[in-house]
């Protein structure tokens, strides 16, 4: 048995990280002073967490100083499993805690960057979710991404293409500000819909993207473009993505050539870090513990361009 600190000490990345649910149910717990019921456990969708996140998280975070506290447990957690590069995301709707004011928002992004800036590479991405008003998106989006602070933009919700053409204008402004554009598609979704996105939005790296590992020309086409997958097992089993650990086809997309990074997703409902889920992998006999440990570094070295 591989055991969690062979990969602890690792420099590593964690790219698929929703900050508002990046960190241990046990530092959570305490900060909002309730325990959440039958919590983490395995769930049938993203239905039954939306229920929980409605129920119990989201109604609990009102105040900018929420934000900022669950953003800050979040990046704490990471340090605490040794990842060295977050690339986390910061829901747009967070503006809504900051009094509406965007002047506010991202001011306290850069109390938290200031604050982490020996510890962590902390790369704040802008996380956008399709269900959100989109007036407010529209306005608030621009002066984000203009702002500097934020080094990539992430699309989530629905993966279907059906309002997708609301958010275009938004992927082009961060190709011309050279922001990192990635989307969430392929959680649930097939191969054709990872392909759908990739080239609509010319996106640089996909959230999840599993569902590729259908098709093997959709593979070939991810390869051809160099897009990163950042794929989130332990995510995947918790919500019923895919059976089971053993059957992830992140070992078919890695063994094709594909570029992946492993990530948390959210770790308040999935409770396995970036170096916990490596053991779980190796444990699971999908890798060996030095091609975990190449993935690592791979993953490390597409920040160094
Ligand atoms: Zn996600």
């Known amino acids: 048995m591989i055991s969690v600190t062979d990969f602890v000490s690792l420099p590593k ?38 229920d929980v996140i409605g129920m119990y998280t989201r109604t609990r975070t009102r105040t900018a100083k929420d934000a900022q506290d669950l953003i ?5 957690d990471a340090i605490a499993d040794g990842v060295t590069i977050l690339e986390g995301s910061i829901d747009i709707s967070f503006v809504h805690h900051c009094n509406n004011n965007i002047d506010t928002f991202l001011t306290m992004i850069e109390k938290i960057l200031s604050k982490f800036s020996n510890s962590i590479t902390f790369l704040p991405e802008l996380g956008m979710g399709k269900t959100f008003d989109k007036l407010k998106i529209k306005k608030w989006a621009p002066a984000c991404m203009e702002s500097g602070l934020f080094k990539s933009i992430d699309l989530y919700g629905p993966e279907v293409m059906e309002g997708i053409d609301e958010f275009k204008d938004i992927f082009d402004a961060a190709s011309r500000l050279n922001i990192k554009k990635k989307a969430h598609v392929g959680e649930f979704s097939d191969a054709k819909s990872v392909r759908d996105f990739i080239e609509y939005f010319d996106l640089d790296e996909v959230q999840h993207g599993i569902g590729a590992a259908q098709d093997e020309k959709v593979i070939e086409f991810i390869k051809q473009r160099n897009v990163r997958l950042n794929i989130t097992p332990a995510s995947n089993v918790m919500l019923s993505a895919v059976p089971s650990l053993e059957e992830h086809p992140i070992k078919k997309l890695v063994q094709s050539g594909v570029k992946v990074s492993i990530a948390t997703d959210d770790l308040l409902f999935f409770n396995r870090s970036v170096s916990e889920q490596c053991a779980d992998l190796v444990n699971a006999g999908l890798f060996t513990k ?7 570094a791979n993953s490390v070295n597409d920040y160094k361009k």
């Open 290 to 296: 030095q091609e975990v440990i190449t993935l690592l």
């Open 13 to 50: 990345v964690d790219a698929h990280n929703h900050l508002n649910l990046g960190m241990r149910y046990a530092s959570y717990v305490p900060w909002a002073g309730f325990y959440i019921p039958d919590f983490p456990r395995k769930m049938s969708g993203l239905e039954e967490m939306h």
């Open 72 to 76: 800050t447990l979040s990046i704490q």
